[in-house]
């Protein structure tokens, strides 16, 4: 009956979180065993990795215990649970210790999940003090006033987060709130999140590849939730398979997802995107050819920013591939340690495949306001059985400059990339240029053209006018460029090619990329 009562009580199936949990070490996101023993300094960041202490304190590497539990009958392992959340309970509310993820959002509601089973368990097994039942009891009701107070709501998909984790609460300690009160609460959010999440064109609003696959089973959990049952939503499965059906668009043809804002490298199958569509409110625009394999021309741009969840400064940047070769490719994540040099370098314009001013970024995460919202800045879109035209223009205010970036694609052949940039001061101008992993640098030809092969495709580049060349690849100084991230706190570098202008109220870049099959030279 404990388990059934709610979503994740019912996720946890034989196998749950085994690569977590290891004869008393924990292992989080790739990095080396952690011997948990307790006494555990909860505040340890042995591995100098923001996310692996968020896993840590919202007791995600629980789950291989609680599924033996569940599955096993296996008191000893419920036990475990219990005796780390005592010693977590005496670590920061007993003794008064602080922490980023003691109260943060996210840590609460990952938190909230396990916790409600533990302490079921310990209010319901007979084998603790009253003592350890008002502590419990205590830390239950600070994880309900978190998860309930409107002013510590949250309005991106943290929220999400928060709405489940209060319901999943309530399911199984109703007594520690108002059941009907905080589900009719529950549900306006729920039904507000959907509407900011995918608006209406079922496309995710937060900037990111990644997150918009992560974020619809979200949705699609909340509808098979126990702890749901008999709230109406504003959505269903038919618009939660609308939304996973999109996701197509964010995958080029062979398979590799785009690395937009934060994301990590995913290859799944897709239907092949064929044809040319602008999604003004979620700012992308797809140029697809009209060949339904693997092989199809494929180019996603960013076109706008309605949110400042998980941006990066890569205002008009795009991904390319041809002939099943992903050609040019945003930065990746890396990780949410926003201080370290490599985090700082993917969420910038020069990591993107877009222009830098000055060397900085434009308005993004760390310092956007509202003001710098905004709606796809498409001007002219043109499309075509063999090519297309895209342009996209706007006035920033932070960096002083106007921004037009004209973009025309011959399917299956060439790329030019047309950026022409107006002040009202003088600035150097940086047009950057990113390309998968496997492209490797074979130099200038007679012609100054710049050439990149990989084992099937050459890409030549014909450099604009009046500019300098920046060819780099795992460059650290004079600053980072020339690398990649695919996965959690790993990057590699990869070859990154740029053109600098300097002195210049006004300035225009014209590069021309045009590729061949090596098969048919």
């Not at 008002?134 to 009701?141: F, G, K, S």
């Not at 939503?233 to 804002?261: A, C, M, W, Y």
């Not at 040099?341 to 222009?355: E, L, M, Q, W």
Request: aromatic share 16%; net charge neutral; proline share 3%.
């Amino acid at each position: 009956m404990l388990f059934s009562l709610t979503w994740f009580g019912k996720s946890l199936i034989p196998g749950s979180g085994a690569n977590l949990w290891r004869q008393g070490s924990v292992s989080i996101l790739n990095q080396p065993p952690y011997k948990l023993d307790i006494p555990v300094n909860w505040l340890d960041d042995p591995f100098d990795h923001r996310s692996w202490r968020w896993v840590l304190n919202s007791f995600q590497w629980m789950d291989k215990l609680l599924s033996d539990f569940k599955n096993n009958k296996d008191e000893a392992a419920i036990q475990k649970c219990v005796n780390y959340f005592f010693d977590w309970a005496d670590f920061y509310i007993t003794k008064g210790q602080s922490g980023e993820f003691l109260w943060k959002d996210d840590a609460v509601s990952f938190r909230t999940l396990r916790l409600s089973i533990i302490a079921t368990y310990i209010f319901n097994s007979g084998c603790f003090a009253e003592e350890k039942k008002e502590l419990t009891r205590e830390v239950v009701y600070k994880h309900y006033l978190e998860l309930s107070d409107p002013k510590k709501f949250k309005s991106n998909n943290h929220g999400i987060f928060q709405m489940r984790a209060l319901i999943c609460l309530l399911a199984l300690h109703p007594s520690v709130g108002n059941v009907e009160k905080d589900k009719a609460y529950a549900a306006k959010r729920i039904n507000w999140l959907w509407e900011k999440q995918y608006g209406t064109q079922n496309m995710h609003l937060e900037n990111s590849t990644g997150y918009h696959q992560y974020i619809v089973k979200e949705f699609e959990e909340i509808l098979d939730s126990p702890e749901f049952s008999g709230i109406r939503f504003n959505f269903d499965k038919d618009k939660i398979q609308e939304v996973k059906g999109n996701t197509r668009f964010l995958f080029h043809p062979n398979g590799t997802s785009t690395l937009f804002g934060d994301s990590n490298f995913v290859r799944h199958e897709h239907e092949v995107v064929m044809g040319d569509y602008v999604f003004n409110e979620a700012g992308y625009a797809i140029l697809a050819g009209n060949e339904p394999t693997k092989k199809n021309s494929y180019l996603a741009v960013r076109t706008g920013f309605p949110s400042n969840a998980h941006r990066h400064s890569d205002d008009f940047s795009l991904e390319w591939s041809e002939k099943g070769q992903v050609i040019l490719q945003d930065s990746g994540r890396y990780s949410y340690d926003y201080n370290n040099p490599y985090r700082i370098f993917v969420s910038s314009a020069r990591a993107h495949n877009t222009v830098s001013v000055d060397g900085g970024n434009f308005p993004w995460w760390g310092d956007f306001d509202k003001t710098d919202y905004y709606a796809g800045a498409v001007t002219f879109f043109r499309s075509g059985k063999l090519s297309g035209k895209l342009v996209l223009e706007k006035k920033f205010s932070k960096p002083d400059v106007n921004f037009n970036r004209s973009l025309e694609i011959k399917r299956g052949k060439s790329l030019r990339v047309i950026d022409t940039l107006r002040s009202s001061s003088i600035h150097f101008y940086e047009q950057w240029f990113h390309l998968a992993e496997n492209f490797a640098y074979k130099g200038e030809d007679v012609a100054g053209h710049l050439i990149f092969e990989t084992d099937s495709l050459i890409l030549y580049v014909f450099p604009p006018e009046n500019s300098e060349i920046l060819v780099s690849k795992g460059q650290e100084q004079p600053f980072i460029q020339g690398w990649v991230s695919y996965q959690e706190k790993h990057i590699i570098p990869r070859w990154s090619f740029g053109f600098r202008k300097n002195e210049l109220k006004k300035c225009t870049f014209d590069t021309m990329l045009e590729i061949c099959e090596k098969e048919m030279l």
